[in-house]
């Protein structure tokens, strides 16, 4: 069971902007930023989103990371089917001195 | 554009110890984190551990009296053993960076699945 918890599910037509949420506490989320991870199918976890909303070189910016308070949210617009994947969000952890990682959210292109 | 690999045994029999490292190219190891993080089959994300390249290590509760994560900086390699396997230890294992400045894993390895069989 995550410390920083996601909805296991989304989805969302071609076209349309899909939003992904990430609630934690105090001691992760809510004291430090967050980062987003795509992870296809068999592949490593890459880096979409870092320090809440930053894009790294390469990433569309269709895709966008926001974060309030012990919650954060990374959105998809114009959803493409290449964007099926599994999406992740983490965060160090005060408490735990290290990352945690949310469990996970599948994203289906209908 | 720094690169990292794993390698090591793809299969360990329960009891033993895993090994792996990560041979980091396209950058120094000084400087930045070094993380381990594993994902069993079908599931989510895990922390291992990470190690400074100042050798300072900081390890996940849950596994920190098997773990151990060493540097070697001649080699531009970091390292993972893991001790007293079960088949709960079977995953892909990643090796990851920081980005300057930043805590979280940045980049990351390809992965390598270590299955713990007889």
């Known amino acids: 069971q995550s410390v920083v918890t996601q909805p296991p599910s989304a989805s969302g037509a071609p076209g349309q902007t899909v939003t992904i949420s990430c609630s934690g506490s105090?001691?992760?989320?809510?004291?430090?930023?967050v980062n987003w991870y795509q992870q296809l199918p068999g592949t490593a976890p890459k880096l979409l989103i870092h320090r809440n909303n930053q894009r790294p070189s390469g990433v569309p910016d269709r895709i966008s990371g926001s974060k309030s308070g012990t919650s954060a949210s990374l959105a998809i617009s114009g959803l493409q089917s290449e964007d099926e994947a599994e999406y992740y969000c983490?965060?160090?952890?005060?408490?735990?001195?290290?990352?945690?990682f949310g469990g996970g959210t599948e994203l289906t292109v209908l | 554009q720094v690169q990292l690999q794993e390698s090591g045994p793809g299969l360990v029999k329960p009891s033993e110890t895993l090994s792996l490292t990560c041979t980091v190219s396209g950058g120094s190891i000084s400087t930045y984190y070094w993380s381990w993080i594993r994902q069993p089959p079908g599931k989510g994300l895990e922390w291992i551990g990470y190690?400074?390249?100042?050798?300072?290590?900081k390890y996940n509760p849950s596994l920190k009296s098997r773990v151990t994560i060493s540097v070697d900086t001649s080699k531009n390699q970091f390292s993972l053993k893991l001790t007293s396997v079960t088949a709960a230890d079977t995953a892909v294992y990643y090796c990851?960076?920081?980005?300057?400045?930043?805590?979280?894993?940045?980049?990351w390895g390809q992965g390598a699945l270590v299955t713990v069989s007889s």
């Open positions: 990851a960076r920081s980005e300057f400045g930043e805590l979280l894993p940045y980049y």
């Open positions: 983490a965060a160090w952890d005060d408490s735990l001195n290290g990352p945690v």
């Open positions: 105090f001691s992760n989320i809510g004291s430090n930023t």
């Open positions: 190690i400074y390249y100042t050798e300072s290590t």
